[in-house]
């Protein structure tokens, strides 16, 4: 019984309580109009740092060492059992964008 005497509600399998249906519409609602609106903004957003390491790649410096690493990929691709890996290249590569990127990726974010 409950607190005011009546006989609580007893409801089948395939019923649904009035009160969680609501809450249910409310929910998928809310899903509905969320996506649609995210989906708009993130199209429009560009980020600012993966345009400026596209731009820094192609600076005479990052570009060489790039090259350096292209290079170093080919001939350890190339070698059937190698010890040699380009990690020394990888890291000059992207120790060159980053510190380019750095000097002018926080003055353009808001």
Known sequence: MGDNGE?????????QDPVDEGVEEE?????????GGEEEEEEDLE?????????CQETKKCAS???KLE??????????QTEETCE???FGFVHCVD????KTLFSKLK
């Open 71 to 80: 290079t170093c990929n080919t001939r350890v691709q190339s070698r059937k």
């Open 7 to 15: 006989e609580p509600t007893v409801l089948e399998e395939n019923e």
């Open 65 to 67: 060492l790039l090259e």
């Open 27 to 35: 929910a998928a609602g809310d899903e509905d109009a969320g996506e």
């Open 99 to 102: 510190h380019c990127v750095a």
């Open 47 to 55: 980020d600012p740092q993966e345009i400026l390491r596209e731009k």
């Open 88 to 90: 020394e290249e990888l």
